[in-house]
């Protein structure tokens, strides 16, 4: 198949599936005329992340790699009342942008949009309520500290997902010179390391390509923060 055919079933699946959503489509708009990356996750696996966290009735998520709120804006629609979102952006200005998305979207009460590299912010989440669900979408070269620090801050039972961790393939590449493949490489090895948690890796093909999701079912206690 072609990545023309991938696009098309996913453009079949929205169409019937994901009605058209002002706040969404908005959301979409603002990030494109603000000049970001166009590598916010496709409407089919929005709504993916929306339907886990349903069914894990998640009151407390936590998302690292906000861009314009595209993902956040289908978490955050998930939550119950009283539920909260905490979602971290290193760069200020793709924020300012999600803040917007997110008060279009009605959201500004539920998702706090916090700024700052992330590996500074976590460590200011120590100490709080545990989270049912961690959203892993920031850069893949520190991948495995982002996950040491979800382990830390995710329930037992809880649910950690990381994207874009196949890498269209070059993942199985031992050799690769690519910061990016060997962050995802050790987070892989990580999994298979910690008896804590039970995880699969899922290829997946689209709109965006040839790429893949780690879903890690956190079973064993929360891990002492990293320091």
Known sequence: MTNEQWSAVDQYVSDLLMPPDAALEAALAASSAAGMPTI??????????????????????????????YSSIWLGRALPPGGQMITLEADPGHAEVARANLARAGLSAVVEVRVGPALTTL???????????????????NLPA?????????????????????????????NSTDPNVQGVRALVAALADDPGVHATVLQTVGSKGYDGLALVLVTGEPLPPPR
């Open 123 to 141: 460590p200011t989440l120590a100490g709080f309520p545990l989270f049912d669900l961690v959203f892993l979408d920031a850069d893949k070269v």
């Open 40 to 69: 916010n996750v496709s409407p089919a696996q929005g709504k993916l992340l929306y339907l886990l966290a349903r069914t894990l009735q998640a009151q407390r998520i936590l998302e690292l790699g906000t861009l314009g709120a």
């Open 146 to 174: 982002y996950f040491r620090w979800a382990r830390a801050l995710t329930r037992q039972g809880g649910l950690i997902i990381a994207d874009n961790v196949v890498r269209r393939g070059a993942v199985v590449d031992a």
